[in-house]
């Protein structure tokens, strides 16, 4: 089967320099649009015009370690957020790992019984066999 986008770009299509002339216009086209150019003169001075004389600077970020303390209480000391902050975290740690042990426990009684209806099914089946072969036996016993 033939590509048809690849038809369209055969050197035997006669389309074909339409198409390469109209891909390269694109590109110039786009070349112009994105070049950088500079700003028109009083471009900036219009701007700063625009802007209400009574108009705040936006807020800069405190530092990192503020923002991560900032949801505490500001008339709390820093270092007793801190160590609040540092007992969450201890908090948090040790409850994942009291979960952790809590699903291990309860894998482990999963697997265990999983492993005694193992061994009953593997018991019944032995003693179907073990009557199986009695009856057998006792077949060729009263067989003359």
């Known amino acids: 089967m033939v590509d048809r986008n690849r038809q369209f770009e055969s050197p ?23 070049r950088p150019r500079s700003a ?31 949801w505490l209480p500001a008339a709390i000391p820093a270092p007793a957020r801190l160590a609040a902050v540092a007992s969450l975290l201890v908090v948090i740690l040790a409850g994942t790992f009291a979960w952790q042990q809590h699903q ?11 492993v005694f209806t193992a061994l ?9 066999v073990a009557e199986n072969i009695s009856s057998i036996q006792n077949r060729k016993d009263l067989q003359p």
């Open 104 to 114: 291990r426990r309860i894998a482990g009684e999963r697997a265990r019984r999983q």
């Open 12 to 34: 035997d299509n006669p389309d074909f320099d339409h198409l390469e002339l109209e891909s390269s216009d694109l590109e110039s086209e786009l070349r112009q649009a994105l």
């Open 40 to 70: 028109p003169p009083g471009f900036a001075a219009r701007v700063m015009q625009q802007i209400p004389p009574d108009a705040q600077p936006a807020p800069r970020l405190a530092p990192r370690r503020a923002r991560i303390l900032s």
């Open 120 to 128: 009953q099914i593997t018991h019944s089946t032995l003693q179907q």
